[in-house]
Structure formats: structure tokens, C-alpha cells
């Protein structure tokens, strides 16, 4: 009850700010795309013959590539693919930074130190370097973009959630559990990581965009999904050859990214402005 | 004997929070600590809770010594002894709701199933004072005063030997102050636990502590009867706090001699030689700058100070400078 309470209260804060809720359409119309778009748009890897690199018309609202293939169906497929990429390499960095943060950052006496020089040491990896020595050993694939994009977030997942933890275990509530007869593990979770959560909400609406176009741009290098399956990055590479003829190619992929990218940011802007007081102005 | 303390020290690097502190706390008693901020009372709370980790001597809490027990081997121990925090919107977790804070201690020591539980939170709410209705509500929701309150029944809830209370009071309003003074006099009375009452104020604790102990700079410069500390205050410190403190009374306010203590409390990394407090005692002579005074009981009264003219069996006046 009470904590419907508070969320409307947050909501009511949200809802007054227009950057952040333009951001809220244009992820929502972004997620709409990749999960209805599929299904109302039709074949994406359908060729006709008779109108290759075709302008957009009313059969073709986005125009048609060099293989004659419908490009609003490929922006929609690509946009699946966009989602998944983004979501679920931020999942996976979730997933593995959280708790290696939260132990960090709870016992930062003998374990911290350890595990903060290793993320010192993956952030001095560069980015592009590991995803092609994992697309050499695993073969380009969705699956690969993941783990690449997930390893890449992982050392800013780790440091932000260290970082909360590191405040909030000096909380007076965390020494009233232990006085309470508390215990390591109930304390983490029921303390540390509730109290934890926000930046890390808003720190996945800045992972997911920045998953998006690191999606585009290893398929775009061939690095990443492969063709026939469409992606905007896929697409992107197909419509540089045809720059000059069918610039209509380049520009909706480029227009998509763009947007979703935006999106994702205006929402977390928004995010963190309600859920942290700390950045209140 | 609740609680023994005997020559604790506590250092934070190069900070000397603690520095050879000793006490003791009877059954049912409450023991007023009394210091300025940055005199280490806060740490000696808690070190009893062992929430720090004390650098040497020792701390028997209901005859066993707990200064070096590890986590787990304290849990039990823990049944005994709570605390009441200073800062009410720090010191409850701000997703649980109310009656969650409140359980916690019943749930962590598997005390009682849920369904007790709920009973028992809700009885103890009510001897705090606070409506049934508040059981559902989330701390941002509840005033300091009120948040207060639920930070006494946390700690009360499982009837505890002894509670520490860190300057309970002091983040709240004069007036609310006030209630949630009676109210923890009240269940004082009611329930019998003892008490270690953190506090810089001396007005807080004078109708509260059957005994208090001034610290400075890390060490105990004068303990007894609190009726005796403020009616016949040995050391000049104590003369000093208890001027600064006013009186209720025009008249007697008009005809007291106000002390002025100049300059700061000296930095704990680096404290004077000597007596700790002769940089900015008005008494001060030679000897108080090479030698430190032991706390001594001239009279065997049950109230000891550390001064060296309480050790010649001089009376110090810290009003009437030599």
C-alpha cells in the first residue's frame, strides 16, 4: 500500500519532466517495434527481383535493399535483434558485476583490493581487441556480441555497485542489524543491495544503448550477426556500397539507432534524477 | 555486574578515540557517559556492541568477555545488548516497513515464529507510544520523533540486559526531546534494563542516570552519584560543563559564575602531555603539564576525578582560577 504510494509519488515526479518522458515514448515505441514489428511486417530475408534498391513507396515504406528485401521488415527484425543484444549483455554484466561488487564492497578488507586491481585490468583491455580474438574462437554470432558486450560492461557494473556499497554499509541500519544479530548474508541482501539499487537501475538504461550501437557496430566490422539475419548494424555495412544510390539504406538504420540510443539515455537522465537525491539540483 | 570495561583503547590509525577507559554499569543502572564531540564516547558504545573492533583491554558484557569475540561466536550474546542510534533517518533501513525494523531482532534469534512476532511488535509499539496504524508505514514516512520510537523498540524488543543509547536524543526537536526522554525513563523503570546513555548534554541525563562519567579526550576525568557531579563537581571540566549548562531558575542563573573554557578540545591523534585537559584548564599549574593525574577517591565517596589538586585533597574551583 505504502509502497504503492511512494512509486506513484516517484511517478508523479517522472511524469513532470518532458526529456525524461520523450525518452520513456521512444523506448517504449522501440520495444514495441522489436516485439510486434516481426509479426506485422512480414518475411525480412524475402527478395524480389523486380525491386532492388527500390525507393520507399506504398509497398515498400522504408524502400528495399540491393537483394530487393523489404526494408521496414529488416529494421523490425533488426530491432529484435538490437533489443536482445542490449538487454541481455546488461543482464549478463548484472548478473556476474552485482554480486562480485557486493562481496568486494561488504569485505573490502582482504577481498576489495583484490578484486578492484583485476577490474583495473579489464578496463585496460580494449574493447574491440577481446570481441574479435571471442568472434575468432566462437565465430561471429549473436551469442558472441553478448558475452562481448556483457565482459565489456562488467568492470562499470562492479565499481558502481562497490561504490554503493561501500556508502551504505556505513548506514547506521546496517550496524542496527548487526546489533540485531544479523547475519553476512541477510545483511547484503536485505540491506546493502536494496539500498543499492537505484544507480544500478539507472546505470542499465545507459549499459542497454551503449550494448545497442556496440551491437551495430560489430556487425557492421562482420563481427557480429551475420547475414542473412538482419541487423542494423548488417544493414549499415549493405548500404555503404549503395551511399549514393539508395541513401534511404543508411539512413534508417542510422535514424533507429540514434533514437533507441537517445531514448535509453533521456529515460536514465530522468531515472536518476527521481531515484537519486544525491543528483537533485 | 552487566558491564565491566577496564582500560579500553581504541585507536583509529593515528587517532586515539579511546585511550585507557574503564567502567562499570550495575544491573537495572543507568550510567550517564558525558563528553564533547570528538571525546570518544561514541566509540565506547560501540566497541560494547562490538560493531568496532576494540585495539586492547577488555569488555565483559554479563561476566563474559566479549572484546575479541569473532561474529559468530557474539551472535548469541547479542540477545543481551542493543543500542539506540543518534541519527534517526540513518538508523532504520529504509525499505522495511515498520514492523519489519521491529522484528528483525525476534526473527534473527529465531526467538518466536512470524505470526508471534507480529503480536509481539505490536505490543511493543504501543509501549513506545506509536499508533497501530504506523506498523504498514516506511521510515521516510514517520517524523524524527517517531522514528525514534521505533528505534527504541528495535532495541527493546528482546528485553535486552543493557542498552547503549548514542546521544538518542540529541538530532531531535527541544520539545519532542523531552517526550522521548520520559519515555525511555519510563520503560527504564518498567523493564529494568540497564543503560549506557551517550550524551554530550549534561541537562539530558540529570533526572535519567543514577551515575555519570565525564570523558575527555578519550579517558574518564571524573565519575559519580549524578546527584554529587552536579551539586559538588570535583574536576574543572566538569565545573565547566556544568556552568555552560543553564538553569531553570532566573535567579540562581543571575548569581552563577559562568566558566569560559578558551580554545578547542586538543586533537586526539596528538594529546597533551601530562593532564590531558591543562591546555585549557584556568587551574592549571606545573605539574598538570608533566605529569598525568590518576583518577583518584580521596574520600573513598564513590566519586573520582583525575586532578592533581582532588589528589593533594585540594578543592578545585575552576571558577576561581589561582
Not at chain 1, 244 to 264: C, E, K, N, V
Not at chain 2, 128 to 137: I, P, S, Y
Request: glycine share 8%; charged share 20%; hydrophobic share 45%.
Amino acid at each position: 500500500m505504502t509502497e504503492v504510494m511512494r512509486r506513484t509519488r516517484l511517478w508523479r515526479r517522472f511524469r513532470r519532466r518532458p526529456m525524461p518522458m520523450a525518452g520513456l515514448v521512444l523506448v517504449i515505441a522501440f520495444v514495441l517495434l522489436a516485439l510486434a514489428g516481426p509479426l506485422v511486417t512480414g518475411d525480412p530475408a524475402a527478395q524480389d527481383y523486380m525491386a532492388t534498391l527500390a525507393p520507399p513507396s506504398g509497398a515498400h515504406p522504408m524502400g528495399t535493399d540491393d537483394l530487393g528485401r523489404d526494408a521496414l521488415a529488416r529494421i523490425a527484425h533488426g530491432a529484435q535483434v538490437s533489443l536482445q543484444a542490449g538487454v541481455l549483455s546488461t543482464l549478463l554484466a548484472m548478473a556476474i558485476g552485482i554480486p562480485i561488487g557486493l562481496v568486494a564492497g561488504f569485505y573490502r578488507r582482504w577481498l576489495d583490493p583484490i578484486v578492484m586491481r583485476l577490474v583495473d585490468v579489464t578496463l585496460a583491455f580494449p574493447f574491440l581487441v577481446f570481441a574479435v580474438g571471442l568472434a575468432a574462437i566462437i565465430g561471429p554470432s549473436l551469442k558472441g556480441v553478448v558475452l562481448a558486450l556483457g565482459f565489456a560492461q562488467l568492470p562499470a557494473v562492479i565499481r558502481i555497485t562497490r561504490g554503493e556499497v561501500l556508502a551504505v554499509r556505513e548506514m547506521d541500519y546496517v550496524a542496527a542489524a548487526i546489533a540485531d544479530g544479523a547475519g553476512d548474508g541477510h545483511i547484503i541482501f536485505r540491506y546493502v543491495l536494496p539500498n543499492c539499487a537505484s544507480p544500478l537501475i539507472v546505470q542499465a538504461t545507459v549499459a542497454i544503448p551503449a550494448a545497442i550501437i556496440g551491437e551495430s557496430t560489430l556487425s557492421f566490422l562482420g563481427l557480429g550477426v551475420q547475414p542473412p539475419t538482419p541487423s542494423w548494424g548488417v544493414m549499415l555495412t549493405t548500404a555503404q556500397q549503395y551511399l549514393s544510390d539508395a541513401p534511404w539504406l543508411a539512413i534508417w538504420p542510422g535514424l533507429m539507432i540514434a533514437l533507441a540510443t537517445l531514448g535509453f539515455n533521456l529515460l536514465g537522465d530522468g531515472l536518476r534524477d527521481v531515484l537519486d537525491p544525491r543528483s537533485a539540483r | 555486574m552487566i558491564l565491566r570495561i577496564d582500560n579500553l583503547v581504541k585507536h583509529y590509525g593515528p587517532v586515539r578515540a579511546v585511550d585507557g577507559l574503564s567502567l562499570e554499569i550495575g544491573q537495572g543502572e543507568v550510567l550517564g557517559l558525558v563528553g564533547e564531540s570528538g571525546s570518544g564516547k561514541s566509540t565506547v558504545g560501540k566497541c560494547v556492541l562490538r560493531l568496532t573492533e576494540p585495539t586492547s583491554g577488555s569488555i565483559e558484557l554479563n561476566g563474559t568477555d566479549i572484546t575479541h569475540l569473532s561474529r559468530r561466536a557474539m551472535r548469541p550474546l547479542r540477545r543481551d545488548v542493543h543500542m539506540v542510534f543518534q541519527d534517526p533517518f540513518s538508523s532504520l533501513n529504509p525499505r522495511f516497513s515498520i514492523e519489519q525494523i521491529v522484528g528483525e531482532p525476534l526473527l534473527r534469534h529465531k526467538v518466536c515464529d512470524r505470526r508471534e512476532t507480529a503480536g509481539r511488535v505490536a505490543a511493543m509499539l504501543e509501549k513506545v507510544g506509536l499508533r497501530q496504524e504506523m506498523r504498514k508505514r516506511y521510515p521516510h514516512e514517520l517524523s524524527g520523533g517517531q522514528r525514534q520510537r521505533v528505534g527504541l523498540a528495535r532495541a527493546l524488543i528482546l528485553e535486552p540486559k543493557l542498552v547503549v543509547a548514542d546521544e538518542p536524543v540529541s538530532a531531535l526537536d527541544v520539545s519532542v526531546q523531552a517526550s522521548v526522554l520520559n519515555l525511555i525513563t519510563d520503560l527504564q523503570r518498567d523493564m529494568g534494563f540497564s543503560c549506557l546513555f551517550i550524551t554530550h548534554d549534561l541537562s539530558v541525563v540529570e533526572f535519567l542516570a543514577d551515575r555519570i562519567a565525564v570523558m575527555y579526550l578519550g579517558r574518564i576525568v571524573e565519575s559519580g552519584p549524578t546527584a554529587e557531579i552536579f551539586a559538588q563537581p570535583r574536576h574543572p571540566y566538569t565545573q565547566a560543563l556544568l556552568s555552560a549548562a543553564p538553569v531553570a531558575d532566573p535567579v540562581r542563573q543571575r548569581e552563577r559564575r559562568r566558566i569560559v573554557l578558551g580554545g578547542d578540545v586538543p586533537s586526539p591523534v596528538d594529546p597533551p602531555a601530562g593532564c590531558r585537559f591543562h591546555t585549557r584548564c584556568p587551574l592549571a599549574y606545573d605539574e598538570c603539564r608533566s605529569t598525568e593525574p590518576a583518577l583518584t577517591d580521596p574520600r573513598g565517596a564513590g566519586h573520582p576525578a583525575a586532578c592533581h589538586l582532588v589528589t593533594a585533597d585540594r578543592v578545585p574551583d575552576a571558577a576561581a582560577p589561582l
